[in-house]
C-alpha cells in the first residue's frame, strides 16, 4: 500500500530538515569567549549579547579628520585589553551610528575588524567606544553572531 502525503506536510518537512541542517553548521559558544582581534595581534575576552545589535570594542586615542562625512576617511586608534596591552590600528570608517546607552545618546564610529574565534574568521563592524568602566573590553553582538554561531548561556567560555 502507497502513503499519499500531503503536499504542505512534505513542504513542512522539507522546511524542517533544511533548518535542522543549518543550525547543525552553526558553532556554540558560551556567554563570554577569548576571541583573537587580528589586526590587532592581540586576544581579548568578550561578552556575547544577543540584546546588541552591533559589536563593540575599547578604543583610545582616536585620530581621523573631522571636515566632511567621515565614511570612507582613514581612522587610527589604540586597542587596549583589559590587562594594559595596547596597539594602534588603522582602518577606514565605514559608518557612524547613534546609539543610546541607559546614560546618553552618542555617535560612534564604526570598523571592520577581523575577529578570530578557534578556526572561524569573520570581519565585522564594530563601533569604537569607551569602555574602560565595563568588565568586558570587546562586546560581540548579532552582527557577529549571524549565521555561524548559537549562544549557549551553561557553556563555559575559552
Not at 123 to 150: A, E, Q
Request: without cysteine; proline residues 3%; hydrophobic residues 40%.
Amino acid at each position: 500500500m502507497k502513503i499519499l502525503w500531503p503536499p504542505f506536510l512534505l513542504a513542512f518537512l522539507l522546511l524542517v530538515s533544511i533548518n535542522a541542517d543549518a543550525d547543525s553548521l552553526k558553532q556554540i559558544v558560551g556567554e563570554t569567549e577569548v576571541v583573537f582581534v587580528e589586526e590587532a595581534n592581540l586576544s581579548f575576552k568578550a561578552r556575547v549579547d544577543t540584546g546588541a545589535k552591533t559589536s563593540s570594542i575599547h578604543a583610545e586615542n582616536i585620530e581621523l579628520d573631522l571636515s566632511g562625512d567621515p565614511r570612507g576617511k582613514p581612522i587610527s586608534f589604540d586597542l587596549v585589553t583589559k590587562e594594559g596591552l595596547s596597539r594602534k590600528i588603522k582602518t577606514h570608517v565605514s559608518s557612524v551610528i547613534k546609539v543610546r546607552t541607559s546614560e546618553m545618546e552618542e555617535n560612534r564610529y564604526v570598523v571592520p575588524l577581523l575577529i578570530k574565534w578557534h578556526d572561524s574568521k569573520k570581519t565585522v563592524l564594530v563601533t569604537l567606544n569607551d569602555r574602560t568602566k565595563m568588565k568586558y573590553r570587546l562586546l560581540l553582538g548579532r552582527n557577529w553572531l549571524h549565521g555561524d554561531f548559537i549562544v549557549d548561556i551553561d557553556k563555559k567560555g575559552d
